[in-house]
Nanobody, 121 residues
Framework: QVQLVESGGGLVQLEGSLRLSCAAS????????MGWYRQTPGKQRELVAA???????NYADSVKVRFTISRDGAKTTVYLQMDNLKPAVTAVYYC???????????????WGQGNQVTVST
């Protein structure tokens, strides 16, 4: 059973920063692109940032300036650094394995609980 362990959400003030973490098994980390999706009420889940096993990244246009995705091989963990946050990024964020970093469907049909990120004004 594939398991991705997400952490790091919370409440952050306007223009603050937050970092999300997604830990995976070494097999997953070494063989699959990983990414962060987000969902707001009434909207479909969307891929906002993804990274390949070789470190190539891709971002949704709406987050390019503020989000940075990275990976740590020693910890088999992918991070999403979110800076200068605005209320528009308030959402539940999920980690999954995109079939393409440009917006492919998630490989895992089962989603974790997600991480609520709320930006307060």
């Amino acid at each position: 059973q594939v398991q991705l362990v997400e952490s790091g959400g919370g409440l952050v003030q306007l223009e603050g920063s937050l970092r999300l973490s997604c830990a995976a098994s070494r097999n997953i980390f070494n063989n699959y692109a990983m990414g962060w999706y987000r969902q707001t009420p009434g909207k479909q889940r969307e891929l906002v940032a993804a990274i390949t096993t070789t470190g190539t990244t891709n971002y949704a246009d709406s987050v390019k300036v503020r989000f940075t995705i990275s990976r740590d091989g020693a910890k088999t963990t992918v991070y999403l650094q979110m800076d200068n946050l605005k209320p528009a990024v308030t959402a539940v964020y999920y980690c999954n394995l995109p079939s393409r970093i440009s917006g492919g469907a998630a490989r895992l049909s089962s989603w974790g609980q997600g991480n609520q990120v709320t930006v307060s004004t």
